[in-house]
């Protein structure tokens, strides 16, 4: 957002570099000057994410520290759904797993 709304960057440059399509980036752009806290909104998002990527992370490390074997995301989901309370997807446990 810094680069299209200071540095006056275009839209498809910017999207270019991020991977992603200029009108998601216009959107963004648009979004940032009609309301002063989407900054702020977009960095809790993120960091509400970070958060349970290391919950998840923390709960799955622990199961490995009791050698046990796990055999499928569908039952580590339900693991972690079940025994530690964490309201989660099976494609974010699929995500962390992969990382």
Not at 58 to 75: C, M, P, Q, W, Y
Request: net charge positive; glycine share 4%; proline share 2%.
């Amino acid at each position: 957002m810094y680069k299209a709304l200071v540095d006056m960057e275009h839209h498809s440059s910017i999207a270019k570099e991020h991977r992603v399509s200029p009108s998601i980036v216009s959107r963004l752009v648009c979004k940032a000057k009609g309301k002063k806290e989407f900054y702020s909104e977009l960095m809790l998002c993120h960091r509400e994410k970070e958060e349970k990527y290391s919950q998840i992370k923390e709960a799955i490390l622990s199961r490995g520290g009791r050698k046990t074997f796990i055999d499928s995301v569908a039952s580590l989901h339900q693991d972690l759904v079940h025994q530690d309370q964490i309201e989660v997807k099976p494609k974010e446990v699929h995500h962390v797993l992969k990382k």
